[in-house]
């Protein structure tokens, strides 16, 4: 992997690793990786950062000779904030008409979600169609996780790197390990992101809750099965194994599709509050 070059596997490492910053970024988090991909993109973008009481008056970037705006939307898991993301849409747009359409005047507008590539939502869809309809807009659109991934990926091999970070220079065999490693560990991260939003105790709700307290719960519950619970035990000793380094051994595919099934029926089930 010498020089600014990537080959297949690199491409591969470093789509893997966009993957994870993604599932891992929330708020200002995520607002910042659009922004430098953005950057790098369009060099005439601008990011807004809120100031004082002022705020960023509903508008986080923007091209200002293209008169294309940008909203940033990165919640722990949008499907859950449908209604929350629809208001947004129109409120952020009135508080940008008020404010920059007489400084900039709005031609396009894009509300930036980062649905960890879920795909959006199709209210957001015909929130933005209506606006565009009622302002004239040239164009408006929800912009998810693969079209960030596709713009960071249309740029050079240096500016790839400068936001993936540090590629490991490693042979196909090792290429393989990282893959399904990081793989399980996306999976295995929105599985605890779920499980501890929708199972909390009322009077330590700062304190997280052991995954063993957790399942035992989901199952009192008849959320899980018994045999999701002793899936979960053994999907946890393989998680633990590795990250201490004690083993290399990854999870099967068909193992990591049954903890994302899990975990869409726990998010299914709605939020416990233990007393």
């Given at each position: 992997?010498?020089?600014?070059?990537?080959d297949d596997?690199?491409?591969?490492?470093?789509?893997?690793m966009?993957?994870?910053?993604?599932?891992e970024s929330?708020?200002?988090?995520?607002?910042?990786?659009?922004?430098?991909?953005?950057?790098?993109?369009?060099?005439?973008?601008?990011?807004v950062?809120?100031?004082?009481?002022?705020?960023d008056r509903?508008?986080d970037?923007?091209?200002?000779?293209?008169?294309?705006y940008?909203?940033?939307?990165?919640?722990?898991?949008?499907?859950?904030?449908v209604?929350?993301a629809?208001n947004?849409?129109?409120?952020?747009?009135?508080?940008?008409m008020?404010?920059?359409?007489?400084?900039?005047?709005i031609?396009?507008?894009?509300?930036v979600?980062?649905d960890?590539?879920?795909?959006s939502?199709?209210?957001?869809h015909?929130?933005?169609?209506?606006l565009q309809r009622?302002?004239?807009?040239i164009?408006?659109?929800?912009f998810?996780?693969?079209?960030?991934?596709?713009?960071l990926?249309?740029?050079p091999?240096d500016?790839?790197?400068?936001?993936?970070?540090?590629?490991?220079?490693?042979?196909h065999e090792?290429?393989?390990?990282?893959?399904?490693?990081?793989?399980?560990?996306?999976?295995w991260?929105n599985?605890?992101?779920?499980?501890?939003?929708?199972?909390?105790?009322?009077?330590?709700?700062?304190?997280?809750?052991?995954?063993?307290r957790?399942?035992?719960?989901?199952?009192?519950n008849?959320?899980?099965?018994?045999?999701?619970?002793?899936?979960?035990?053994?999907?946890?000793?393989?998680?633990?194994?590795?990250?201490?380094?004690?083993s290399?051994?990854?999870?099967?595919?068909?193992?990591?599709?049954?903890?994302?099934?899990?975990?869409?029926?726990?998010?299914?089930?709605?939020v416990?509050?233990?007393e």
């Amino acid at each position: 992997m010498q020089g600014l070059t990537m080959d297949d596997i690199s491409l591969s490492i470093a789509r893997n690793m966009f993957h994870l910053q993604v599932y891992e970024s929330d708020g200002v988090r995520f607002e910042d990786l659009f922004s430098k991909i953005m950057y790098y993109k369009s060099p005439g973008f601008q990011q807004v950062k809120p100031h004082g009481n002022v705020g960023d008056r509903k508008n986080d970037g923007f091209i200002k000779d293209e008169g294309v705006y940008y909203q940033v939307y990165a919640p722990e898991d949008a499907s859950n904030n449908v209604l929350t993301a629809v208001n947004k849409i129109k409120d952020d747009f009135q508080g940008l008409m008020e404010y920059w359409h007489d400084i900039c005047p709005i031609k396009k507008y894009y509300f930036v979600l980062n649905d960890k590539y879920k795909g959006s939502l199709p209210q957001l869809h015909k929130e933005l169609i209506n606006l565009q309809r009622n302002f004239n807009l040239i164009d408006t659109g929800v912009f998810v996780a693969k079209d960030l991934e596709r713009d960071l990926f249309n740029l050079p091999d240096d500016m790839i790197r400068s936001v993936v970070g540090h590629l490991p220079d490693i042979d196909h065999e090792e290429y393989m390990f990282v893959s399904g490693f990081t793989c399980f560990i996306s999976a295995w991260i929105n599985f605890e992101k779920v499980a501890r939003y929708n199972i909390c105790s009322v009077k330590e709700p700062n304190r997280p809750l052991f995954i063993g307290r957790i399942v035992d719960v989901l199952v009192q519950n008849k959320i899980i099965s018994t045999q999701d619970a002793a899936f979960i035990k053994h999907i946890t000793q393989i998680r633990n194994r590795l990250v201490h380094g004690v083993s290399m051994i990854v999870p099967k595919k068909s193992e990591i599709d049954v903890l994302i099934l899990i975990t869409e029926r726990v998010k299914l089930a709605g939020v416990y509050r233990l007393e």
